[in-house]
């Protein structure tokens, strides 16, 4: 779906309220990784730079509902943003509200330049619930609506439908990095360069499902990683040993192997494994060619597999990838995720290929490999992404003008 962007409208004199994707870890009150806040200042500067009054509303974690946690201030988050906007910008928290007279005075008492930062939104019910009240009275504060969430555009809560069902008398349009996200991934799915490589990885096959079902007419190639390439594996008679299965799947794993080949798609899984009898430091560790022996579990994908689909990456054009390969977490199985990392960043730097990562986990172990710069698009929201690969509609879009 084509949505009005930020870069339509003009911000003079407009307070613009920005629902931006602020749910970072905490230590305490220490943030641990501030890439969410980094990637919505572009959109926070263009409208600085406007003229505009960003007002911006972010969840942090999973509050009660029932009010303010200490736990889950923004406060945080209010002192990392005005650290990275600088002495210039002054940020405004309205601490422990996200509407009323607390909001509505930070908001009036705002000058050119500064920006509000409203407290965690699920202090509320009514945020999850999608009230009504509560959209009416977050939507008073703004003149102009700005998504820039897609980690959340999945999620038809009040910030991310009803406020801009709210002001639908108000401009409602997409903040850079939204529209970056939909430009990609629709890309992806509507027009791709080919060969089209998917990798899918991650535990459960029943997480992937409505993915693989989308992309199978559409990619060329399937790769499956994770433990839910043992499900597939075990469907088609092969020994897993140990290793993860979910046995109310196998048939479903028959299902799509089998429309994988009426589709002349070709869904690969690894051909061997690294494996052990447990995960944990210093384990025994070794590679299965032929079948997981009783008592060991495939935990990443072996050195011949990695060879195979690194091979697969550098001749794709598109190669869009949802989930790590193996326990990427605890070395050495993160070998075949830091490696598929390599061979996209070699893809996108040496033959222009578009590569796109998806998910909390592959985004991370892409950062841990040392390569995130040179992917063509990490995106930050993995179920976002996934929905996406799925088809399905993203309800927070269609709170949006369409171009």
């Known amino acids: 779906m084509a949505t009005r962007s930020v870069k339509d409208l003009k911000f003079r004199g407009k307070r613009v309220l920005v629902r931006v994707d602020f749910n970072v870890p905490l230590a305490g009150n220490e943030i641990m990784d501030d890439r969410r806040l980094a990637a919505a200042l572009p959109t926070i500067q263009h409208i600085l730079k406007g003229g505009g009054l960003p007002v911006l509303m972010s969840h942090l ?43 509505e ?15 965690n939104l699920r202090f509320h019910a009514g945020e999850k619930k999608n009230d009504q009240a509560l959209s009416a009275a977050i939507a008073s504060l703004a003149d102009v609506y ?21 002001m639908r008398d108000r401009p409602r349009v997409a903040g850079l990095l ?79 192997m089998s429309l994988a080949e009426g589709a002349s798609t070709e869904l690969l899984l690894p051909t061997d494994h690294r494996c052990a009898e447990s995960i944990g430091v210093d384990v025994p560790v070794r590679t299965c060619e032929i079948g997981i022996p009783t008592g ?37 199985f993160d070998e075949g995720t830091v490696g598929l990392a390599h061979a996209l960043a070699k893809s996108t730097r040496k033959h222009r290929a578009v590569t796109i990562v998806g998910g909390g986990e592959t985004a991370a172990a892409v950062e841990r490999a040392g390569v995130s710069s040179e992917i063509s698009h990490i995106s930050t929201g993995g179920g976002a992404s996934l929905r996406m690969l799925e088809g399905a509609e993203l309800p927070a879009l269609g709170s949006l003008e369409a171009v």
């Open 146 to 166: 700005v998504d820039d969430a897609f980690g959340t555009a999945h999620r038809d809560h009040a910030s991310m439908v009803g406020v801009p069902d709210a």
């Open 296 to 332: 060991w579990m495939g935990l990443d994908i072996g050195p011949e597999t990695l060879a195979d689909w690194t091979r697969r990456i550098l001749d794709a054009k598109t190669v869009v990838w949802n989930g790590p390969v193996g326990v990427f977490e605890q070395p050495p």
């Open 178 to 256: 939204l529209d970056r996200e939909i430009h990609f991934l629709a890309r992806v799915l509507d027009d791709p360069q080919r060969p089209f490589i998917a990798i899918l990885g991650g535990a459960k096959v029943s997480d992937k499902l409505a993915a693989i079902r989308n992309l199978l007419p559409k990619v060329d190639v399937i790769l499956v990683g994770g433990a839910m390439a043992y499900t597939f594996m075990a469907a088609r008679g092969d020994s897993v040993g140990d290793s993860l299965v979910e046995e109310g799947m196998m048939d479903m794993a028959r299902e799509l």
């Open 105 to 119: 005075a930070a908001i009036a008492g705002a000058g050119a330049g500064d920006v509000v930062l409203l407290d």
């Open 61 to 103: 974690g999973r509050p009660a509902g029932n009010g303010p946690e200490a736990a889950f201030s923004l406060q945080p988050v209010a002192v990392r943003l005005q650290a990275m906007l600088g002495e210039q910008h002054k940020v405004h928290f309205v601490d422990g509200a996200c509407e009323g007279a607390a909001a």
